[in-house]
């Protein structure tokens, strides 16, 4: 399995309008996509659920029954497929994505590891949305961490700086979990870590042993070199319409698989294989279900 690489499908995102960006909202959509993203060579999916009110599929809804649908019809379609479940919450309250881990147990589930300013701005120097602060403090870390463990759950912490690809260490160290770590360096929000294939070398460095990781890259053009400089290094890789609408000529991708192809590609010309999901599982370390 040390040749091969898991690929991940981010088929949607949290907050892009669905009628600017065309991402999957309704269950048969994201069903629909996840079948091609699997088709070309995705093995997970990562995902977010959206309001299904007419006009409103640029909302988040933790709606426990639009949650189950989703699921529903992406398992009814692809049955092999990996799930990810999204978690993130502005604020202490993680009663909503806790209920959604507790019914519907996903095999890995998203974990933010620290706090970070989510800032953008506008090509005039004005800030894109009002300076956010995406508040993960270790409390909250632990509370979503005692949800996962109790119910079967691997986390996989998103690490949007360098302090806390380092944070998770420290949690390790202090039995917030057990078992090697997933780790997902985000990198390429503006107030994070670049999307800079040089820095990949020195975030292994600060890796807990024996770690899984991937890459998650945000913007355009600049994240293909970058998911290349991982496979080649023994990560693994994510994309998608949540990540970016860009394909490698700079075309907008019109769907998840569309990306998912342009990505299987880079990691067959790095010299590596890609994972199917049973080999996924294996790779991964996840429970048996």
Same mark, same amino acid.
């Given at each position: 399995?040390?040749?091969?690489?898991?690929?991940?499908?981010?088929?949607?995102? =949290?907050?892009? &309008?669905?009628? @600017?960006?065309? =991402?999957? @909202?309704?269950?048969?959509?994201?069903?629909?996509?996840?079948?091609?993203?699997?088709?070309?060579?995705?093995?997970?999916? /990562?995902? /977010?659920?959206?309001?299904?009110?007419?006009?409103?599929? /640029?909302?988040?809804?933790?709606?426990?029954?639009?949650?189950? &649908?989703?699921?529903?019809?992406?398992?009814? !379609?692809?049955?092999?497929?990996?799930?990810?479940?999204?978690?993130?919450?502005?604020?202490?309250?993680?009663?909503?994505?806790? %209920?959604?881990?507790?019914?519907?147990?996903?095999?890995?589930?998203?974990? &933010?590891?620290?706090?970070?300013?989510?800032?953008?701005?506008?090509?005039?120097?004005?800030?894109?949305?009002?300076?956010?602060?995406?508040?993960?403090?270790v409390?909250?870390?632990?509370?979503?961490?005692?949800?996962m463990?109790?119910?079967?759950?691997?986390?996989?912490?998103?690490?949007?700086?360098?302090?806390?690809? *380092?944070?998770?260490?420290?949690?390790?160290?202090?039995?917030?979990?057990?078992?090697?770590? /997933? @780790?997902?360096?985000?990198?390429?929000?503006?107030?994070?870590?670049?999307?800079?294939?040089?820095?990949?070398?020195?975030? #292994?460095?600060?890796l807990?042993?024996g770690?899984h990781?991937?890459?998650?890259? #945000?913007? *355009?053009?600049? =994240?293909?070199?970058?998911? *290349? !400089?991982c496979?080649?290094?023994?990560?693994n @890789? !994510?994309?998608?319409?949540?990540?970016?609408?860009?394909?490698?000529?700079?075309?907008?991708?019109?769907?998840?698989?569309?990306?998912?192809?342009?990505?299987?590609?880079?990691?067959?010309? %790095?010299?590596?294989?890609?994972?199917?999901?049973?080999?996924?599982?294996?790779?991964?370390?996840?429970?048996?279900?």
């Amino acid at each position: 399995m040390g040749s091969k690489t898991v690929i991940t499908c981010a088929l949607t995102g =949290v907050l892009t &309008n669905p009628a @600017v960006h065309h =991402v999957p @909202v309704t269950p048969e959509e994201m069903a629909e996509q996840t079948q091609q993203a699997y088709n070309a060579g995705a093995s997970t999916v /990562h995902v /977010h659920f959206r309001n299904q009110r007419p006009g409103l599929g /640029h909302l988040p809804t933790w709606d426990l029954e639009t949650v189950g &649908n989703i699921l529903a019809a992406i398992k009814a !379609r692809v049955p092999k497929i990996i799930i990810c479940l999204s978690t993130g919450v502005v604020g202490p309250d993680i009663s909503a994505p806790a %209920a959604c881990l507790e019914k519907f147990k996903p095999e890995l589930a998203a974990c &933010n590891a620290g706090s970070l300013n989510y800032l953008k701005l506008k090509s005039d120097g004005t800030w894109a949305w009002p300076p956010t602060l995406f508040d993960n403090p270790v409390d909250k870390v632990e509370r979503f961490l005692t949800v996962m463990r109790a119910n079967a759950v691997v986390p996989e912490f998103e690490c949007f700086d360098s302090g806390i690809v *380092r944070s998770v260490g420290l949690y390790q160290r202090n039995r917030m979990f057990a078992g090697p770590a /997933h @780790v997902s360096l985000v990198m390429g929000v503006a107030s994070g870590m670049p999307a800079k294939p040089e820095w990949l070398p020195l975030l #292994i460095e600060e890796l807990p042993s024996g770690s899984h990781w991937q890459v998650i890259a #945000i913007g *355009r053009q600049e =994240v293909w070199p970058l998911h *290349r !400089r991982c496979v080649e290094l023994g990560g693994n @890789v !994510r994309t998608g319409l949540e990540d970016t609408f860009y394909l490698p000529n700079g075309e907008k991708a019109p769907h998840n698989g569309a990306l998912i192809e342009a990505l299987a590609a880079v990691v067959r010309e %790095a010299g590596r294989e890609i994972a199917g999901p049973g080999e996924a599982r294996e790779i991964l370390g996840l429970p048996v279900r």
